[in-house]
T-cell receptor, first 112, second 115 residues
Framework: GQNIDQPTEMTATEGAIVQINCTYQ??????LFWYQQHAGEAPTFLSY????GLEEKGRFSSFLSRSKGYSYLLLKELQMKDSASYLC?????????????FGTGTQLKVEL | DTEVTQTPKHLVMGMTNKKSLKCEQH?????MYWYKQKAKKPPELMFV???????INESVPSRFSPECPNSSLLNLHLHALQPEDSALYLC??????????????FGSGTRLTVV
């Protein structure tokens, strides 16, 4: 089976930097995604890592260490609109094909 | 067109009803997915279709029946549901195959209430 863990909640200040961690255990690892989801809305794609290292995309960066089963999402220059749930998702290859499994999600609250 | 469209947006059904959820994409994606999401929980995978064939069924009860009529459409037929099946049902699509197909695109979901 798979085990994907994230902190349940985090609070940060507008303008600050926040790091959301994700640890995973899976077989057939085939990439790690980060999604943002506002309440009642669909998840929206933020970033993707399949090789070790850092991927930067504007205010968002994501890091992956496959040997440690670890990823983080870094959000810089936080804005109030960044208050949302952040989902780490692992793609794994099984006999039936690729599947994307979500972690527990981290609810981020950005305060003034 | 870079969207996944789901209909209806909201659905209320009785436990004896039969209804269907629909999902459509025109991005040429060959893999489509159904997820179920309860409040304050992450999405849970239900079914994966790859090249119009059911490739993964995550031990979903038979009262949920998926169907993929063609490469652009995905349906979820519902019958004899229970109140605990009330949730947001999300459809997603991706390029499919073995290529690095990052960027799963999600629809806005159908909010289902079973009474």
């Amino acid at each position: 089976g798979q085990n994907i863990d994230q902190p349940t909640e985090m609070t940060a200040t507008e303008g600050a930097i926040v790091q959301i961690n994700c640890t995973y255990q899976t077989s057939g690892f085939n990439g790690l995604f980060w999604y943002q989801q506002h309440a009642g809305e669909a998840p929206t794609f933020l970033s993707y890592n399949v090789l070790d290292g850092l991927e930067e995309k504007g205010r968002f960066s994501s890091f992956l260490s496959r040997s440690k089963g670890y990823s983080y999402l870094l959000l810089k220059e936080l804005q109030m609109k960044d208050s949302a749930s952040y989902l780490c998702a692992v793609r794994s290859f099984t006999g039936g094909g690729n599947k994307l499994t979500f972690g527990t999600g981290t609810q981020l609250k950005v305060e003034l | 067109d870079t969207e996944v469209t789901q209909t209806p947006k909201h659905l209320v059904m009785g436990m004896t009803n039969k209804k269907s959820l629909k999902c459509e994409q025109h991005m040429g994606h060959r893999a489509m997915y159904w997820y179920k999401q309860k409040a304050k929980k992450p999405p849970e995978l239900m079914f994966v279709y790859s090249y119009e064939k059911l490739s993964i069924n995550e031990s979903v009860p038979s009262r949920f029946s998926p169907e993929c009529p063609n490469s652009s459409l995905l349906n979820l037929h519902l019958h004899a549901l229970q109140p605990e099946d009330s949730a947001l049902y999300l459809c997603a699509s991706s390029r499919g195959g073995e290529t690095p197909n990052y960027g799963y695109t999600f629809g806005s979901g159908t909010r289902l209430t079973v009474v």
